[in-house]
């Protein structure tokens, strides 16, 4: 099969994805309704917001570019990485933004 070519923008797109990282689910104790006592621990809230290019062809996540705890520094984030999309090809956006993310992500593993 030959190499696909054309604009970044063809291929992917990017997202935003926020996600709640608290060690229990959210429920909302009612004393009048409890049969069991509350949890005797407030678990630790954490929320972090994911950036990720997307396949669009087949809706995958090709990678994910960054983790943030800022939602703020995610969005300026994905804006800088919205300008490559628009400006460069397929190829050249994979090079700058998929496979260094690839490789930071091997390096966690």
Not at 44 to 57: F, K, P, Q, S
Not at 68 to 76: G, I, L, T
């Amino acid at each position: 099969m030959g190499k696909l070519i054309g604009p970044a923008s063809d291929f992917y797109r990017l997202r935003v994805t926020h996600l709640d990282l608290a060690e229990e689910p959210d429920f909302d104790w009612r004393d009048d309704v409890l049969w069991r006592t509350a949890p005797v621990e407030v678990p630790e809230e954490r929320d972090v917001w994911i950036a990720e290019a997307v396949e669009i062809a087949s809706g995958m996540v090709a990678a994910r570019l960054d983790v943030f705890d800022d939602p703020d520094e995610a969005r300026d984030f994905l804006a800088e990485v919205e300008e490559d999309l628009g400006d460069l090809t397929k190829s050249q956006f994979e090079a700058a933004w998929l496979e260094p993310a690839a490789d930071a992500g091997a390096d966690s593993d």
